[in-house]
């Protein structure tokens, strides 16, 4: 008897998964990672290195230029933001003295002051990508050190991993739990997993999980996400769901490589995936549409609808007459979608798009009207047999909303 309690005491608190009431719809914010990288040079760039300073200013235009109020909520610091060393005394996980004066949690304390809250990163195994310390074998001492700050997210990459970081992902979702204070748990799996990434796993302990390699200044990467997602192989699309995201990464809209359309495309397509928005541009000096768009309310409402069933490909052409795939999400209230044609061509021309309700997967037989999110043009209303026909440039997005006709409608015209 005594050793069963003994027994029961001990596996407890590893047999339920994590559910933290977090990520309702796929989260929001800004992370470091892919524009300010591991620049610690705060000697010769004191404007760009992952300091202190750095959150504090983005923190300042989150709140005062729109950001917050549209949903961007998270400010996330990535990788480099540590000590090369935990403190001798206690073990503890240390920002850099230099770069971070004041200690961690006074940025925290900052950040959330400005209504925003606070994302940390670390690591499954030893070492962060970067050569920071991991959290491996300290995994209570740090979900602990992070609730005591106030850090609202983590997000666990897989560096150096060691053979049990399955369990380690598990573990750390617990100890988030244990603190007590609701922090949002985004898993990088596919870093050590590749495509093996274990869904069973990501949906149970984690609120968000990296599926896919990561993004970089370049549209190249960009459509290999979209390629990834679009064939969906492991109907990932169909896992996630209120508490539980597949991750994308992070937006580039804002930096430095991508045309205004194709900004648009990488906007419009991770709203239909229901993947998180986080924003990784310095938004001290971004351009005005690049601005607009991360903040276009018709987008992001597809992206927050709160049915959250991701979008999925429903057909795509990848022959000799043109490279063209189409998007369906659903959307509350029941019956109307989310539309995305995506143009892949890498020609010049424009790409001739001449496509029937029923072939964008709209079946009302009432028909439908349609409004495009970035012109605000309005289509239709079509039977299910007539057509859409538009000219899409290359690797550009047609994106709209589209609303079945009511009877009333039908009977007006
Ligand atoms: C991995 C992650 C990135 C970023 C870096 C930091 O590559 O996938 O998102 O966190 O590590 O070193």
């Not at 997000?155 to 750390?172: A, R």
């Not at 169909?238 to 809209?253: F, K, Q, R, S, T």
């Not at 309005?378 to 047999?385: F, L, R």
Request: glycine share 10%.
């Amino acid at each position: 008897m005594m050793w069963s309690v003994v027994i029961l005491c001990v596996l407890l608190p590893f047999t339920s998964g994590l559910d933290n009431g977090l990520a309702r719809t796929p989260p929001m914010g800004w992370m470091s990672w892919e524009r300010f990288r591991c620049n610690v040079d705060c000697k010769n760039d004191p404007d760009n290195c992952i300091s202190a300073k750095l959150l504090m200013q983005m923190a300042d235009r989150m709140a005062a230029d729109g950001y917050l109020d549209a949903g961007y909520e998270y400010l996330s610091v990535d990788d480099c933001w540590m000590a090369k060393e935990r403190s001798h005394l206690m073990g503890t996980l240390v920002a850099d003295p230099e770069r971070f004066p004041n200690g961690m949690k006074a940025v925290i304390d900052y950040v959330h002051s400005r209504g925003l809250k606070f994302g940390i990163y670390g690591s499954v195994g030893n070492k962060t990508c970067k050569g920071y310390p991991g959290n491996k074998y300290h995994m209570e001492r740090d979900a602990a050190t992070y609730a005591e700050w106030g850090v609202d997210m983590l997000k666990l990459d897989c560096c150096n991993p060691g053979p049990n970081f399955v369990t380690g992902f598990e573990q750390m979702g617990l100890y988030l739990n244990k603190t007590g204070r609701p922090i949002l748990y985004g898993c990088s799996l596919a870093i050590c997993m590749g495509p093996k990434v274990d869904y069973n796993l990501a949906k149970k302990y984690c609120n968000m999980w990296r599926n896919y390699e990561d993004v970089e200044d370049s549209w190249k990467y960009v459509f290999n996400i979209i390629e990834f997602y679009g064939k969906n192989d492991k109907k990932f699309l169909e896992i996630a769901g209120p508490g539980g995201w597949n991750d994308a990464d992070e937006l580039i809209v804002g930096d430095f490589s991508l045309s205004a359309g194709q900004q648009q495309t990488q906007m419009g397509l991770w709203a239909i995936m229901a993947t998180p928005l986080f924003m990784s541009v310095d938004l001290r000096n971004i351009d005005e549409s690049a601005k607009q768009l991360l903040l276009n309310k018709k987008l992001l409402a597809i992206h927050q609808d709160p049915l959250g069933i991701a979008g999925k490909r429903i057909w795509n052409i990848d022959g000799y007459t043109g490279r063209l795939e189409s998007w369906l999400r659903p959307l509350s209230p029941e019956g109307r979608y989310a539309v995305g044609i995506f143009n892949k061509n890498v020609g010049g021309l424009l790409q001739m798009v001449n496509r029937t309700m029923s072939q964008l997967g709209l079946t009302d037989e009432n028909g439908y009207t349609m409004k495009e999110v970035f012109t605000g043009i309005s289509y239709g209303p079509y039977k299910s047999s007539d057509s859409l026909v538009i000219l899409l440039p290359p690797s550009n997005l047609f994106l709209a909303v589209a609303t079945p006709v009511t009877e009333k409608e039908l009977i007006v015209s």
